[in-house]
């Protein structure tokens, strides 16, 4: 008995439906690794999400900044009559030549005050300074920090209240002041 052996051949549209299939793989996989490795931005920031159940006054916030690189930001409390404020950026996975804090006023029409900061050594950048506001209701903020690297630049954003640093400045009673 000889075994006769059935030739079953795939249908069209199954050959394009694989076809497509690879095509986008490749495609996906060329975004990422461009994303990832390969873009230099020089103009634009590229921005990555912040650590999730972060609180930026307690112990500070982290990001990622693509797969082999992270950065801490932290922010500390004014212990002066001035108001004035401690960031505190920790660059690992990355050689960065310069960072910079922009606060922003999230939902308040409000200027946004940009601050550089000092290069400590070992991925170690430290700026003092205020925001130079004072209000009688808490206000919501962002700080955006930026790092210029030899792969152009990354950067993430962080959210706090000002009620949260006005509550523990002494001598200001009511007012929260930046």
């Not at 199954?14 to 390969?38: F, H, K, P, R």
Request: glycine letters at 12%; aromatic letters at 8%.
């Amino acid at each position: 008995m000889a075994a006769h052996e059935e030739e079953t051949a795939r249908p069209r549209m199954l050959n394009l439906l694989i076809g497509v299939t690879l095509m986008t793989i490749v495609i996906a996989l060329w975004y990422l690794l461009d994303y990832y490795y390969l873009r230099e931005s020089t103009g634009d920031v590229t921005w990555y999400p912040p650590a999730q159940g972060c609180v930026l006054l307690e112990g500070g916030c982290h990001a990622g900044l693509g797969i082999d690189s992270s950065l801490a930001f932290a922010l500390q409390q004014a212990h002066d009559d001035e108001g004035t404020l401690t960031f505190e950026v920790r660059v690992h996975g990355r050689a960065p030549q310069a960072v910079t804090v922009q606060f922003i006023g999230r939902d308040m029409a409000v200027e946004s005050r940009r601050l550089s900061l000092q290069d400590k050594g070992d991925g170690l950048f430290v700026g003092r300074g205020s925001l130079g506001l004072c209000s009688a209701h808490v206000d919501a903020w962002r700080a955006q920090v930026v790092v210029l690297s030899d792969h152009g630049l990354r950067g993430s954003w962080f959210d706090f209240d000002s009620h949260d640093l006005g509550s523990a400045m002494a001598g200001r009673g009511d007012k929260r002041c930046l």
